[in-house]
């Protein structure tokens, strides 16, 4: 298994929102120096939290500042602009970060954003489905494209600078439904399952959850024969994360932080979202609720890593947990629930980290120091 990071970013209204980019240049950083694979950076317009309109421009800064990690927008929201100009800026970065982008894509999931826009609702998904293709044929082929389509049309287009990488790393949010993840099996993509959907949530069928997720990328890449272990390989959770030396002591650093996030998202209408009955008011949404039937990943180094085997299981195989970043406490304590993370869970599911243990305990079995 990999390890990364997810960041919308979230920073409530009250920060300073200057030094917040500051802190997430600084958190992509810190992430490189603790053997994190992977950093996604998200876009929105509206909300007053995640203040990130081009994740673009976060992604080219900080590409300067490290050397290994990979970094992706998570996602460019395709309804809201020009395919080919997504296509140009994001083929531009690509060689700016030599190689180190995963091209990150998604349908705008604030409703806010989409009422900024004027987008119907209805219109989110098959413009985004156009744009990809659009992205897809000017990143991939040597030929001019052209394109007409119900929503852009293009004639002998042609990318002056194309990507960096040979083939370039797509990836697809999906919210509401299991079409992107269908999308993503069928074509090797790597899909990124949201921070608040269940693993299992029963026959509730407003949103998906990540059995259906994984069921419906799977199916999807038997039928175009892409191996089942590429495809799980792929797929990318995004989790709730938060490490300290116990359970109860994770709860009460952030149980006031959670509160202002999920009030936010509760206000945006995305409460239905993470609900497993129909029946459930929003009131039911409580942290200990959340923390337990989602699940979240928090506690101790050894609570952790148990809630991680157990997702791994229910879910059975994924490539790469992204860890959400968030500013439910103090930078000190957050950096330091990451570096326990890296140092007590992260070896557990990483097969060069488990072969030196084992040779650990034989050494001390056949009494050799």
């Known amino acids: 298994m990999k390890f990364g990071f997810f960041t919308m970013p979230e920073h409530p209204p009250i920060e300073n929102w200057t030094l917040s980019y500051d802190r997430d240049i600084a958190a992509v950083v810190e992430a490189e120096r603790l053997g994190f694979h992977e950093f996604w950076i998200g876009e929105h317009h509206t909300g007053g939290f995640e203040n990130v309109p081009v994740p673009e421009f976060m992604i080219a800064k900080a590409s300067a500042l490290t050397h290994t990690i990979r970094l992706g927008t998570g996602v460019v ?3 809201y602009q020009d395919p080919f100009m997504v296509a140009e800026r994001l083929a531009f970065l690509d060689h700016l970060t030599h190689g180190r982008l995963d091209y990150g894509f998604g349908g705008g999931g604030l409703p806010t954003d989409k009422a900024l826009f004027g987008l119907e609702p209805s219109e989110a998904a098959p413009r985004t489905n156009e744009a990809l293709e659009i992205i897809w044929q000017l990143l991939t082929s040597e030929d001019p494209v052209s394109y ?24 697809i949010a999906g919210l509401t439904g299991t079409h992107n993840y269908a999308k993503c099996g069928e074509r090797g993509w790597k899909p990124l399952s949201v921070h608040f959907a269940p693993i299992d949530n029963g026959t509730y069928s407003l949103a998906p959850d990540l059995k259906a997720m994984g069921a419906a990328m799977l199916e999807a890449g038997r039928r175009s024969g892409i191996a ?3 495809t799980r390989e792929n797929w990318r959770i995004v989790r709730e994360v938060y490490v300290t030396d116990d359970r109860n002591q994770a709860m009460n650093d952030i149980r006031e932080g959670v509160k202002r996030s ?3 998202l509760k206000g945006l209408g995305l409460g239905a979202l993470m609900k497993k009955d129909e029946t459930m008011g929003d009131e039911s949404l409580t942290f200990e609720w959340m923390a337990e039937n989602i699940p979240w990943i928090i ?18 195989g994924f ?8 500013d439910w406490v103090t930078t000190d304590k957050w950096n330091r629930s990451l570096e326990m993370f890296a140092r007590y869970v992260m070896p557990n599911f990483q097969a060069n980290q488990r072969m030196a243990r084992r040779q650990k305990m034989a050494n001390v079995a056949l009494g050799i120091a």
Request: hydrophobic letters at 25%; aromatic letters at 12%.
């Open 77 to 79: 929201n395709l309804p």
């Open 148 to 171: 007409e389509g119900v929503y852009w049309k293009y004639e002998n287009r042609q990318l002056q600078v194309g990507p960096y990488q040979d083939v370039p790393p797509f990836a």
């Open 228 to 230: 089942e272990s590429t």
């Open 262 to 264: 999920y009030d936010y």
């Open 299 to 316: 506690g101790s180094p050894e609570e952790c890593t148990r809630q991680l085997q157990e997702l791994e299981e229910e879910v059975g």
């Open 319 to 326: 490539g790469t947990l992204l860890i959400n970043c968030r």
